[in-house]
């Protein structure tokens, strides 16, 4: 086991650049110049870094990056219609929405109109129910990520006991499908659970992901516990903003045999991640051999 703060930033970096080697040899042995369509609507300034970053990303690894903008009032037949065109568009492998969408559109729709097999984010109905049913499915980015992380610090999760705190669609909940599948015992608690430090204290694997700012405190940690922070709150202290995660990590580090900070630690990842999709999408819908190194 590997013990320490775990650095996503660095093993963020490992991946891309595994990627540009995979990217670049799709390009010189098939022809195959791979492309991601990342879909923005509105002006929430955290999501246009978040696109703008994932376009970077994608450019710097060899890809090609569509990026498409809609303004906040656009119709939500305006979407559809931009996902159909993007669903028969050769030049695309990967279609992704970045969320939230604005009030007035059902993300659960416009999700669904995207193709599985583009579906780079995983959300898709057909992609939750092929990984929950253990077949081959584009599996959501930030569980993703948190699976690699943890598989470095453990190697084998056989029989460990994982506790997550949060139950969304985007992570706690296809977090526990891909725990379960490598034999985890797991346990998704939520704001209703009851006596939840108890709950916490029993995981070697606890992963937090409810938007609470260090609700989890360092006597809710198993001594050498392995610590997956998925919170990025944006706190005022002493006149200054900055990032914090949904633990404590001052109390959290000299309890935790591991642990993710934030930001640094899981976020990086994530977008990693969706690069690592996109390319499985692209060797997937030419019926190319999985490149290896890649998954959880
Ligand atoms: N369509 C999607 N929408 C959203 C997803 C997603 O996976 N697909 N996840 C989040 C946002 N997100 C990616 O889209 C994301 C969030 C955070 C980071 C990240 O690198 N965070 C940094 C800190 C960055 C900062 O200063 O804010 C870190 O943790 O180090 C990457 C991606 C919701 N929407
Ligand atoms: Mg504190």
Redesign the pocket.
């Known amino acids: 086991m590997r013990r320490g703060i775990i650095d ?1 930033k660095a093993a963020a970096a490992q991946i891309r650049r595994r990627a540009a080697e995979i990217a670049a040899r799709l390009r010189d042995d098939h022809g195959v110049v791979c492309g991601l369509a990342v879909v923005l609507v509105g002006e929430d300034p ?1 999501s246009r ?2 696109v703008r ?1 994932k376009s970077s990303q994608t450019r710097e690894v060899g890809m090609n990056s569509f990026e498409h903008r809609l303004s906040a009032d656009a119709s939500e037949d305006e979407l559809l219609a931009l996902i159909a065109k993007l669903n028969r568009d050769a030049a695309v492998d990967g279609i ?5 969408l604005p009030p007035h559109m059902s993300s659960d729709r416009v999700i669904n109109a995207i193709a599985p097999h583009k579906d780079v ?1 995983g959300f898709h109905i057909s992609n939750v129910g092929l990984l929950g049913t253990g077949q081959r499915a584009l599996v ?3 569980p993703l990520g948190c699976m690699m992380m943890l598989k470095e610090v453990h190697g084998d999760l056989s029989g460990l006991e994982a506790v997550i705190v949060g139950r969304s669609n ?1 992570v706690g909940k296809p977090l526990a499908q891909l725990l379960i599948a490598a034999n985890c015992t797991v346990t998704v608690a939520h704001s209703r659970t009851r006596d939840l430090p108890s709950v916490c204290r029993r995981a070697d694997i606890l992963v937090a992901a409810v938007g609470r700012p260090e609700m989890i405190r360092g006597d809710w940690i198993k001594p050498g516990a392995s610590v997956i922070d998925v919170g ?1 709150n944006r706190v005022e202290r002493d006149g200054k903003f900055r ?1 914090v995660g949904d633990v404590d990590f001052g109390e959290a580090t000299s309890v935790a045999g591991a642990i993710t900070p ?7 990842m ?2 990693a991640c969706l690069l690592v999709n996109t390319l499985t999408a692209a060797h997937r819908a030419r019926n190319l051999p999985e490149p290896v190194g890649l998954t959880a």
């Open positions: 996503g955290a870094v978040y970053n992704l929405v970045q969320l939230p984010d959501p980015c930030t985007i990025i990032l934030v930001p640094g630690g899981v976020g990086p994530t977008i």
